[in-house]
């Protein structure tokens, strides 16, 4: 090639980045910009804050969405350790059944629950485990009755092809009477 033509294909600015990258000086500037430039906000373990319309945190070093499910998967997830103990939680069966009722490892609970019968306090502690469980089936099969009772016309189709009308209109006023009667029952009931 002849030089005339070297020239023609190479500007100054390209020979310059050419020469930044063989001699390691990557982040120099070839060439001067003016016009809008974005300001770069500095965040550290823990900031939360708002960007594009989403909330961002940094957690372990990486940066992430908050959504409106992080404080379910926090209720549900089970910890590397006890927060009672801080002994290893292993995942077995015992430390998730445990952790979903008590935030507590097995063995911390079985401390607890052996501390509350040298007091004397067990048996009330065991009846209001039991009545908050009932009451917790309760709220769910209200909801249920309101439910069935306050359907609308609803059609299904079958796995046949056929359609179904599950109407609303054919709920037996008696049965739903009887239904509520049953709930006031277990709610005046205690364990």
Known sequence: MSETQ???EFTDRDLQRAR????GNTASATRIQTGYQKQSEVHTEGDTWEENGKQWTI????KQTITKHDKIREL???????????KSMKSTSLNKKMWGVHKKCFDCVV??????????KYEQ???????AN?????TDYEQAVEEYANAKDDTFM??????????????NPEVIKALKENIRQLKETEI
Do not use: H
């Open 158 to 171: 079958s796995e046949a092809g056929d359609i179904e009308n599950w109407s609303a209109s054919k709920v």
């Open 76 to 86: 549900i997830t089970m910890p590397l350790k006890c927060p009672s103990c801080e």
């Open 59 to 62: 957690k372990g070093g990486l």
């Open 6 to 8: 070297l020239s023609k």
């Open 111 to 120: 401390e607890m629950e052996t501390q509350l019968r040298i007091e004397g």
């Open 134 to 138: 009932k009451n917790a089936f309760v």
């Open 125 to 131: 502690y065991a009846k209001d485990l039991m009545n």
């Open 20 to 23: 930044n990258i063989i001699s």
